[in-house]
């Protein structure tokens, strides 16, 4: 398998089987939105769980049903009480210790926290690494300038070594190593080049 191109990144999908090459913006953009959501859910998770949510008590409704009416005496007082076949019941509760108490709002208020931070993190670490690769493709820039000037320096000289060879004033290992030099310095110049071209893949 192929090395990722410069500012891409690989990773492999087990649900098809295939290994997928993103843009490294695109993973960045995907962690944002995604720690964007975990917020959301975190913010939604404080609102839930806050005092005016816990204000609102429970309700519990219940029902039975029976064939006929139960008849039964107390022991005690050998008074009669009849419990309906059909009875039905609603009830409100509150609790008290979550109402003063919340250890679930607490929780929720640290895990907002925690999401907010990460993704205060994230922004922080991609504009860290955005001004990096600015640097470093300025500091590209000017050894390409300076690389450009050297080599308009070595292709006249190599004009004039190739009319001074023509002229028989110079052997012809000297027009050689003129050259090689200028060949050197070309190939120097596509490295940069491609250097740049990967730093501006890596801002886009």
Known sequence: MLP????TVSFYDSTV?????????????????????????AEDQ???????????PEVHVSASYGIGDLLFIDPSST??????????????SLSLSELFFSSKHSEALLQLSIQQTEYHHKIFLQQKNRSILLQELSLLDERIHSLKTEISMI??????NQLRFNQGKIEYDVLIRTKLELLSLE????????????QILKLQ
């Open 79 to 92: 008074s009669t009480y009849i419990l309906p076949k059909d009875s039905y019941r609603l009830s409100f």
């Open 155 to 160: 292709q006249d000289l190599f004009q004039f």
């Open 46 to 56: 404080v609102s839930r769980t806050g005092l005016l949510y816990r204000l609102i």
């Open 187 to 198: 190939t120097n110049m596509n490295a940069l080049k491609h250097q740049r071209a990967e």
């Open 17 to 41: 089987g295939h290994t997928f090459v993103c843009a490294q913006s695109q993973i960045d953009s995907l962690e944002l939105s995604q720690l964007a959501l975990g917020i959301q859910k």
């Open 4 to 7: 990722p191109e410069p500012g």
